[in-house]
């Protein structure tokens, strides 16, 4: 009498081998296998590109013609000019207190009266008259060299150079003219000014 508590055998394929068995068993289960989960989000990868964007927009923006911090030295003119700052050429600073090339201190300056007729003749070989200020001229031709081969690597026109000039807004008219002189001399030959824009009257 059998029992009818007892489980059925699982019923045998008719007519199989084991090998068939075996070879069936190895089928089903590479088409019920799963690829392997991702069970965590590597976050590495993404970290570095964020940290490379960021580094780089920081650089981009320090860089920026636009990005000109102001101070008691340097109060830049104000102008209703709508156009967009170049961001092309080598930065000239004239402030209250000294003339820079880029991020580098040329000429320190004396006070504005004695400014009025120039930088004077010690920074001009002895002669008062010339517009040519000897310490600004040679950190310019250095500049002018390196804008140079950067320009000729670009495949641009090296001919000539571009100069971002950013001044304080009290600078003499004399002073002014001697630095576009002397940037003249030594083949800068677009000047940008950097202004303010201001509300038009």
Same mark, same amino acid.
Request: glycine share 6%.
């Given at each position: 009498?059998?029992?009818? @508590?007892?489980?059925?055998? %699982?019923?045998? #394929? ?8 075996? =070879?069936?068993?190895?089928? #089903?289960?590479? $088409? &019920? ?8 989000? &590597? ?12 580094? !780089?927009? /920081?650089?981009? /923006?320090?860089?920026? #013609?636009? %990005? ?17 700052? =170049? ?19 040329? /000429?320190?300056?004396?006070? $504005? ?25 040679? =950190?310019?031709?250095? =500049? $002018? ?7 000729? #690597? ?7 150079? @571009? ?12 002073? !002014?003219? @001697? ?8 083949? !800068? ?9 201001? @509300? %038009?009257?």
């Amino acid at each position: 009498m059998s029992n009818p @508590e007892a489980p059925n055998p %699982a019923p045998a #394929a008719a007519g199989a081998t084991v090998a068939q068995y075996k =070879a069936a068993l190895r089928t #089903a289960i590479r $088409r &019920n296998q799963k690829g392997e989960e991702v069970n965590h989000l &590597n976050i590495t990868a993404m970290l570095d590109i964020m940290t490379i964007i960021l580094v !780089f927009l /920081l650089k981009t /923006l320090g860089e920026s #013609a636009g %990005a000109i911090p102001q101070s008691d030295d340097l109060m830049i003119p104000k102008s209703i000019l709508r156009t967009e700052p =170049a961001q092309d050429g080598v930065k000239v600073t004239i402030s209250k207190s000294q003339i820079m090339v880029g991020n580098e201190q040329v /000429l320190k300056l004396p006070s $504005r009266e004695s400014l009025v007729n120039g930088v004077g003749a010690r920074h001009k070989n002895g002669n008062p008259n010339t517009l040519l200020i000897v310490p600004l001229g040679n =950190a310019l031709r250095s =500049a $002018r060299q390196t804008d140079k081969a950067i320009l000729t #690597a670009k495949g641009m026109d090296a001919s000539s150079s @571009e100069a971002m000039i950013i001044c304080d807004n009290t600078v003499p008219y004399r002073l !002014f003219m @001697e630095v576009l002189y002397t940037l003249g001399q030594n083949e !800068f030959a677009t000047y940008h000014l950097m202004v303010m824009q201001s @509300e %038009a009257k």
